[in-house]
């Protein structure tokens, strides 16, 4: 089908209309909020049972930083979807 015989309901390859949400997309975001949340749920219980050695430190600063990464890729990935 070359594009003059395309109809109006029909987007280009590759194209999605605006406001769909492809399956990779979906695989993508839920990803990262699981991932996310993972590393903040770590982060917690690190922080309330884990001790005071400094390989608990060091875990809990490097979930911190995870979790706040991850938040600022949902953030980049929900305006770039909206934007």
Do not use: W
């Amino acid at each position: 089908m070359d594009d003059g015989e395309r109809t109006q309901n029909q987007a280009p390859a590759g194209d999605t209309p605006q406001g769909q949400v492809t399956a990779r997309f979906k695989l993508t975001f839920c990803t990262l909020v699981s991932l996310t949340l993972l590393a903040l749920a770590i982060n917690v219980l690190l922080a309330v049972l884990g001790g005071d050695s400094d390989q608990v430190s060091t875990a809990v600063d490097t979930c911190s930083t995870t979790y706040k990464m991850g938040f600022g890729a949902i953030v980049g990935l929900m305006s770039q979807r909206h934007g």
